[in-house]
């Protein structure tokens, strides 16, 4: 089955604005949860989704793929979903664009689960 992760991040959050593009160490948050995505073996893409054009040209700069989506989704699946068709995968796997400490081998066991 192909896989693929799905990086939902918007600078919009009710809590922390802006905190997807928070500096961690010299980088990005979402640079640091991109690069523990990227890590899987068992994915064949990383997408960042996003409704920012901020974060639209930071994830581009690093080489990210990025799809666009409209603001008014209420939720990261939700933005997710209104793009599922854009992704060819039997797996979408939801990683949060605030877990900057994500591994791949966390997505890699949850995909080898879903696969069997």
């Keep these: 089955m192909r896989a693929v992760v799905a ?3 918007r600078m ?3 809590r922390l604005p802006g905190k997807v593009l928070a500096d961690i160490n010299g980088k990005p948050m979402l640079w640091h949860v991109y690069q523990g995505a990227s890590q899987a073996q068992r994915t064949s893409e990383v997408w960042i989704i996003t409704d920012s054009r901020e974060v639209y040209d930071q994830a581009s700069s690093w080489g990210a793929q990025v799809l666009m989506t409209e603001e008014h ?5 939700a933005r997710i979903a ?5 992704l ?3 797996i979408i796997v939801n990683v949060q664009g605030d877990g900057p400490l994500i591994n ?3 997505i890699d066991s949850l995909i080898e689960k879903l696969e069997a």
């Design 7 to 9: 990086i939902p991040a």
């Design 12 to 14: 919009k959050s009710t």
């Design 73 to 77: 989704w209420p939720s990261g699946t």
């Design 82 to 86: 209104s793009v599922a068709n854009n």
């Design 88 to 90: 060819t995968a039997e």
């Design 104 to 106: 791949g081998g966390v």
